[in-house]
């Protein structure tokens, strides 16, 4: 019932194409109508048979392939999506991740800060503790050379007093006494 069915949505358009032939001439030629229309329904159903499986097989590949873009086009969509609105948080939160390393930043730069003065603190007090050490062997250096030169300078005027006011027996009294005072303490 379907094939006839479709036999007849085939032929419908030929006859009503060739209805306007017919009517032109001085009645139908259904003879040549017949043969022309056995003709072509001999090419046309030959050739329809012989390109039904591969004409379905491409539409069926056809309509596969085209969901199969659909899908793929769909899943791609999906993906990009998803990226975007990855992406778009991303920058949502670019402000206050900019802010955060801001801050991190600062808070890194005031702990290097604060160490290098504590280093600095260190170093100028090991410098200070130095320079005062060094400062003091001076003033020992110093206080032992004046006294040095003191004596020295005590010794020498001490000698010219002794050379301008004492006499000979003096001198002598005064040697003796100081080579009795050495034998003592021996």
């Known amino acids: 019932m379907k094939r006839l069915a479709n036999k007849l949505c085939l032929l419908t358009p030929l006859f ?72 778009e948080g991303k920058m949502a939160n670019l402000d206050a991740e900019l802010a955060d390393i801001g801050e991190q930043a600062k808070a890194d730069l005031q702990k290097e800060e604060d160490k290098l003065l504590a280093s600095t603190k260190l170093e100028a007090e090991r410098i200070l503790a130095q320079a005062r050490s060094e400062c003091e062997n001076q003033q020992r250096e110093a206080a032992t050379a004046l006294k040095a030169f003191l004596a020295d300078l005590a010794l020498s005027e001490a000698e010219k007093m002794v050379k301008t006011t004492m006499t000979e027996a003096e001198r002598g009294k005064l040697f003796a006494d100081f080579t009795e005072r050495l034998g003592a303490r021996s």
């Open 16 to 87: 009503l194409a060739a209805s306007p032939l017919m009517a032109s001439g001085d009645g139908p030629d259904w003879a040549n109508f017949s043969y022309q229309l056995v003709n072509f329904v001999i090419f046309f159903g030959g050739l329809f048979y012989i390109l039904k499986k591969p004409m379905i097989e491409f539409f069926v590949n056809r309509v596969k392939g085209i969901r199969d873009s659909l899908e793929l086009a769909e899943n791609s969509r999906e993906e990009a999506k998803n990226r975007l609105d990855e992406i």
